[in-house]
């Protein structure tokens, strides 16, 4: 029975230790995934943060917008007038 006692503490600390082990790793595993998910996992937006990048959005599509707009007129003005210079230097 001494052996069997014997074997059978040997056989316990060995699964002590295994566990021992394994939760260690586990730990380094679990830690190292929050570290990840932390960098890789899409936070959602908060609807005022959604709502602050959509006014900026329309703040700069205003802005492109009047600036077409503006050379828009400036091409046309040229073209108006450069017809019209032309006309009078033919009749010169």
Same mark, same amino acid.
Do not use: W
């Given at each position: 029975?001494? /052996?069997?006692?014997? %074997?059978?503490? #040997?056989t316990?600390?060995?699964?002590? %230790?295994?566990?021992?082990?394994?939760?260690?790793?586990? %730990?380094?595993?679990?830690?190292?995934?929050?570290?990840? #998910?932390?960098?890789?996992? &899409? #936070?959602?937006?908060?609807?005022?943060?959604? #709502?602050?990048?959509?006014? &900026?959005?329309? /703040?700069?599509?205003?802005?492109?917008?009047?600036?077409? /707009?503006?050379?828009?007129?400036?091409?046309?003005?040229?073209?108006?007038?450069?017809?019209?210079?032309?006309?009078f230097?033919? &009749?010169?």
């Amino acid at each position: 029975k001494t /052996q069997e006692f014997k %074997s059978l503490d #040997k056989t316990v600390s060995e699964y002590s %230790s295994d566990r021992e082990a394994t939760n260690s790793e586990l %730990s380094a595993v679990l830690e190292y995934y929050a570290k990840i #998910k932390e960098r890789c996992i &899409a #936070k959602p937006e908060t609807y005022e943060e959604r #709502k602050a990048r959509r006014e &900026a959005e329309i /703040q700069g599509l205003k802005e492109a917008l009047r600036t077409l /707009q503006e050379e828009t007129a400036l091409m046309q003005r040229r073209k108006r007038g450069g017809g019209r210079r032309h006309s009078f230097l033919a &009749a010169a």
